[in-house]
């Protein structure tokens, strides 16, 4: 089950928070070129989206609260360490709170991939995401291919040998 991370201001902020929640996931529609995103990780690099053009790229949104999240991160990271000698890079975004930053770093020293807080995020266009857990595929050329959710397709190895393999094997995802 998903959480919901917004919550209710005064009116005006309701009217300029959907506004930008709109153009936010506009920019994240499949199909779409994938907007921008930099972030300082947990281990101090700094992630660029768009310097790993001719990669396929993985950005998921979790939280160590969320069951969901939590459920598909061993799919998640047995994917990454299998494929990511051939192309495939990826980040974890967690929208824990500031004061639990050492829940996250704990979590995640079960799994190899990268991840970073939300509040390091320098640059999001992909937006603050309204419940997780959220996953994005973006391909060698940056185009946003896929976009899981549970309330839709969650994420499972089934998923993402189905969507991200075929990515990867057009031959771009290792240059």
Excluded at 59 to 74: D, H, K, L, S, Y
Excluded at 118 to 140: C, E, H, K, M, W
Excluded at 170 to 175: A, C, D, N, V, W
Aim: aromatic fraction near 8%; include cysteine.
């Amino acid at each position: 089950m998903s959480r919901t991370l917004w919550f209710i201001p005064p009116m005006a902020s309701v009217i300029a928070l959907g506004f930008a929640a709109h153009l936010a996931l506009a920019a994240t529609e499949v199909g779409q070129p994938a907007p921008s995103l930099t972030a300082k990780e947990l281990g101090g690099a700094t992630f660029d989206l768009a310097a790993l053009h001719g990669k396929v790229v993985i950005v998921n949104f979790w939280a160590t609260w969320c069951a969901p999240c939590r459920q598909e991160m061993p799919a998640l990271n047995a994917f990454y360490q299998q494929h990511h000698g051939q192309g495939l890079e990826m980040i974890g975004i967690s929208a824990d709170l500031p004061r639990e930053r050492s829940d996250v770093v704990k979590v995640m020293k079960a799994f190899s991939y990268p991840a970073a807080m939300l509040v390091d995020v320098d640059v999001n266009g992909f937006g603050r995401p309204a419940s997780i857990p959220v996953t994005y595929v973006v391909d060698a050329n940056g185009v946003v291919r896929a976009r899981f959710s549970p309330d839709e397709t969650g994420v499972t190895q089934q998923q993402l040998d189905k969507t991200v393999l075929p990515l990867l094997s057009q031959g771009t995802g290792g240059k």
